[in-house]
């Protein structure tokens, strides 16, 4: 069971901010840039082109309006769609608001929020998303 599935399965607490059947949208701990969000599809699959065609179809309508709410709460040029991988061994994509290409550098550093910055920042999505 990989990190993911723990979090989908409530073993590993989240900041999350959407769920459905089939998908599962959290705050990553250790973001990028504040506001710095995982989607992840809830079948536990390691490498992202190998989800079924429909699912990532599906996959991307689920995180459209999860991505249009980050780029109305945190200041940003737009939201950035990354796939990378190799973090952990479960398909996912990340959604980052950015200014420029670098936001979207995963060689650099990451930011250590504090629980209350994280749960702020969870607060300001999720009432968005409900708006």
Do not use: W
């Not at 959290?26 to 190998?50: A, Q, W, Y």
């Not at 995180?63 to 200041?75: D, H, L, M, Q």
């Amino acid at each position: 069971m990989t990190i993911f599935s723990k979090i989908i399965a409530g073993e590993i607490p989240a900041y999350k901010i959407a769920e459905d059947e089939q998908f599962f949208a959290f705050l990553d701990i250790f973001p990028l840039v504040e506001g710095h969000v995982l989607v992840i599809p809830k079948l536990e699959i390691d490498k992202f082109f190998d989800v079924p065609d429909d699912y990532l179809a599906r996959m991307l309508v689920f995180a459209k309006p999860i991505a249009k709410a980050i780029e109305k709460v945190f200041p940003c040029n737009r939201c950035g769609l990354a796939v990378v991988g190799l973090e952990v061994p479960h398909a996912h994509l990340h959604l980052v608001p950015i200014n420029g290409i670098n936001d979207l550098n995963f060689t650099r550093g990451k930011l250590k929020l504090s629980a209350e910055q994280l749960k702020a920042a969870q607060e300001k999505i999720v009432a968005e998303l409900k708006s």
